[in-house]
């Protein structure tokens, strides 16, 4: 299955048995492409960064090597995870940067959320690169593209950093073992590859990170207010039974503030916005309407756990007129 055209004689992938053959034959056309060669891969815990990953590992092992960059805008415990799932399970060389000074440094006081985007993206490179430069020997950089990456950027509807997007200074040869795969078929073979559910069958999580939920101007206390009502509302919605009903499901924490009242006192404290949605391509999004009880839940366990919050919303907007994010 070479090249960026994916063969009309292709079976969909969309049981384990295919999933496993799909696998064999990477591993066989990994094993072909890279020899002995030493593979670089940017390990962000997404889905197809992760199944690429698992791939190679099942392919090479140890000729891979893995960076994974906590810029400090993941959610609740995914760097703890990556960590976990790629030190000890599969049988690569991981190195985890801690750049999160480094990047929250440089988005203090910076509000355009356009700029955001664009420090974000730039800095992941500049580390990633730095990365690269400490090691000897690097022949070949795997990358998660999939082809649904391949099909927007040839139609000009979507720049992908996966698709063209190799800094200059990084001249390897490409590895990509699930380029000609549609988004479900990376979950099937990811589940095949043995890698958690929670990972394969992960949310769609913008390139930018919390930074795009954290509006406006990032801050520190801010951005932990967010990480932490996040992984209630994620927890609290997949207890409900629903977390395979909802497409997209997360928590936005505006620059705003609101009036309330705290043992008698008036306060002046932050808003948590959740945000559900439900889409087959992004496109377009409808609202989920979520049980009231469930709602209250949340906001009790906000109130009670999350310090600094007095008010707690639930965004009905649809895609459009508003889009998927905030930023």
Known sequence: MSGNVRPDSM????????????????IAEIRAQVGS?????ALSGGV???????????????QLTCVHVNHGLLRKGEPEQVCEVFGKQFDVNLIYV??????????????????????????FIDVFAEEAAKLDGISFLGQGTIYPDILESADGIKAHHNVGGLPKELQFELVEPVKLLFKDEVRCVGAALGLPDNMVYRQPFPGPGLGVRCTGAITRD????????????????DAAGLGDKIWQ????????RSTGIKDGKRTDDRMVVIRAVNSIDATSATV????YELLFKIRDRIFKEVPGVNRVLYDISTKPLATIEWE
């Not at 079976?11 to 990477?26: H, V, Y």
């Not at 801010?222 to 919605?237: F, H, M, Q």
């Not at 499901?249 to 705003?256: A, G, M, Q, R, T």
Request: net charge negative.
């Open 48 to 62: 197809d960064s992760s199944v690429c990953a698992a791939l190679l590992s099942k392919a090479i092992g140890k």
């Open 288 to 291: 989920p309407e979520l049980p």
């Open 11 to 26: 079976k969909r992938i969309n049981t384990k048995e295919l999933a496993q053959a799909f696998i064999d034959e990477q």
């Open 222 to 237: 801010r951005l932990e207010t967010l990480r932490e009502a996040d992984a209630i509302v994620r927890g609290e919605i």
């Open 37 to 41: 060669g030493k593979v670089l891969l």
């Open 249 to 256: 499901y997360f928590c936005i924490v505006p620059d705003l």
């Open 98 to 123: 801690d750049a999160v000074d480094r990047f929250l440094d440089k988005l203090a006081g910076v509000s355009d959320p356009e700029t955001k985007r664009k420090i974000i993206g730039k800095e």
